[in-house]
């Protein structure tokens, strides 16, 4: 029996998607063929099938052997829709899985537990997100997970574990998997942002020593990376907690503890989005004070020219003036001697530069160091 509050039940679509659809999507017009794969927990062990078109009997939802059934692709709604309806799924929950993008959330139902998330990955330019929508429910001898695109490097470890298995399951099986499916989903997650950190790093340091206009617009690029991955784990804090606190009866004492450790997970990928944001603004901030360094680098030079040209012309102004008696106009080495005498001035303020530490450029790169 579903207890529900009025619209938790209901299709919560996102504005826009997080991030481009997959490859595969694009190739198909934005829908992946369907295909199924069944997972038959028998007491003699898990047994899997694989097909393209569902068959005409299925085991029911309410039969003594728990089922695994993972629907990969969207391709075929109506299909999806009536096979799941067999299968013994409430009308109900049937949008949630089916429409796209939806928002993540985990729900707890009474007799079933809903969670969608999104599966989230960096395209071969990193410079952007891509994600596909996954859906997980689990009801009493039934998990179903619908996943938008097929994703070669997902689950597999959980597949090879299954086909190895031997001896019987049962319920707390399923909500087993279902637990390793979401950490599964949501670890996916940390090499994407150690990804985007070592990518910040290499940002900074090159804003720090050439700092260009290009290296804010990857900045600002990674930033709304960040803010869409911290929008998808956000929601998760606080239902996987409303979650423990409903007693789920679906879940057993190892996967209860399983969910425990979820949610310090996405507390610590939070936190990690959040260190990385910050190092957004630090890069902001190391260009403009890159930028400030070397403008400031300008106007030291140009005051040193100056500084050393001032006196010079001083010097050119009291012998261009046009007095009739001027001593140094008829001497035989009256303009060598004036010569020497810039060049004299010229090196004593120079020299005395130097002294003052006025010619070190600070925004050059230095060897040997990082």
Request: net charge negative; glycine share 6%; aromatic share 8%.
């Amino acid at each position: 029996m579903l207890r529900a509050t009025p619209g938790t039940l209901s299709s919560h679509l996102l504005a826009e998607r997080p991030g481009l659809l997959p490859s595969a999507l694009y190739v198909h017009g934005g829908r992946q063929p369907t295909r199924y794969c069944l997972a038959l927990m028998q007491p003699q062990g898990p047994r899997l099938i694989e097909w393209d078109e569902p068959p005409a009997v299925l085991p029911s939802a309410t039969s003594a052997t728990p089922i695994w059934l993972r629907v990969i692709g969207l391709a075929q709604p109506a299909q999806i829709h009536a096979l799941l309806t067999a299968l013994g799924v409430p009308e109900l929950l049937l949008p949630p899985l089916l429409e796209t993008p939806q928002r993540p959330r985990v729900d707890g139902l009474g007799e079933a537990l809903l969670v969608v998330l999104h599966r989230l990955r960096l395209a071969h330019d990193s410079q952007h997100l891509i994600s596909s929508q996954v859906g997980i429910l689990l009801m009493p001898n039934l998990l179903v997970t619908v996943e938008e695109a097929a994703d070669g490097g997902a689950f597999v470890e959980l597949t090879q574990w299954l086909e190895a298995r031997a001896g019987g399951a049962d319920q707390r099986d399923l909500d087993d998997i279902a637990h390793y499916l979401v950490d599964a989903l949501l670890d996916e997650l940390f090499p994407l942002l150690e990804h985007i950190a070592d990518a910040l790093d290499e940002i900074e340091e090159s804003a720090l020593r050439q700092p260009r206009p290009q290296l804010l617009e990857r900045s600002f690029v990674y930033r709304t990376t960040l803010r869409t991955i911290r929008s998808q784990v956000w929601p998760l804090r606080h239902q996987i907690r409303v979650l423990l606190r409903q007693g789920q009866g679906l879940l057993g004492p190892e996967a209860r503890v399983g969910f425990e450790e979820i949610g310090e997970l996405v507390e610590l990928l939070f936190q990690n989005c959040e260190l990385l944001r910050h190092q957004c603004d630090a890069i902001t901030q190391a260009y403009a004070a890159s930028v400030g360094n070397r403008m400031n680098q300008v106007m030291k030079t140009l005051t040193i020219l100056t500084s050393i040209f001032a006196p010079l012309t001083f010097i050119a102004g009291i012998y261009g003036m046009n007095f009739r008696v001027m001593p140094e106009l008829i001497w035989s080495f009256g303009y060598p001697l004036a010569l020497l005498l810039m060049a004299a001035v010229a090196a004593i303020q120079a020299w005395w530069l130097w002294r003052r530490g006025w010619f070190d450029d600070w925004t050059r790169v230095r060897p040997g160091r990082r």
